[in-house]
C-alpha cells in the first residue's frame, strides 16, 4: 500500500522559515518525481514546487520563486520544502505528491497524494 505522509506544517509569523517533509512508502522512492501542492481555502490548488526522480531537475511557481527550495533524500524516502520568507498569501494546506512522470507532476497531475499539512501566516 502506498502512503504518503506530510509533516511540519505550523502557525508562524509573517518574514518566518518552516520546513515541510514528506514522507512516503510502499513505492520506490528514486523512481518517482514528487511536486508540493496547497490550496488556500476557497481557491483552486497550485502547483508549488516539483522535482525529478534524482532532485536534478526542480521547477517552482513564481509566487514562490526565491523564497521555497524542494530537495529530496532518497536514502529517507523523503521530500523536503523549505519555506523562507513566508507571507499571509502562503496560507494554505500543503500537499505532497508522487508521480512516475516528471511531466504528470509539474501539471500538477500526480497519482498519489498525501493528507496535506496545513500552514498559517499571521500578519
Known amino acids: 500500500q502506498i502512503q504518503v505522509a506530510e509533516s511540519g506544517g505550523g502557525l508562524v509569523q509573517a518574514g518566518g522559515s518552516l520546513e515541510l517533509s514528506c514522507t512516503v512508502s510502499g513505492l520506490s522512492f528514486g523512481d518517482y518525481s514528487m511536486g508540493w501542492f496547497r490550496q488556500a481555502s476557497g481557491e483552486e490548488r497550485e502547483a508549488v514546487a516539483w522535482t525529478s526522480e534524482s532532485g536534478g531537475l526542480s521547477g517552482y511557481s513564481d509566487s514562490v520563486k526565491g523564497r521555497f527550495t524542494i530537495s529530496r533524500d532518497n536514502a529517507k524516502n523523503t521530500l523536503y520544502l523549505q519555506m523562507n520568507d513566508l507571507q499571509p498569501a502562503d496560507t494554505a494546506m500543503y500537499f505532497c505528491?508522487?508521480?512516475?512522470?516528471?511531466?504528470?507532476?509539474?501539471?500538477?497531475?500526480?497519482?498519489?497524494w498525501g493528507q496535506g499539512t496545513q500552514v498559517t501566516v499571521s500578519a
Open positions: 505528491a508522487a508521480d512516475k512522470f516528471f511531466h504528470s507532476v509539474a501539471v500538477g497531475e500526480p497519482s498519489y
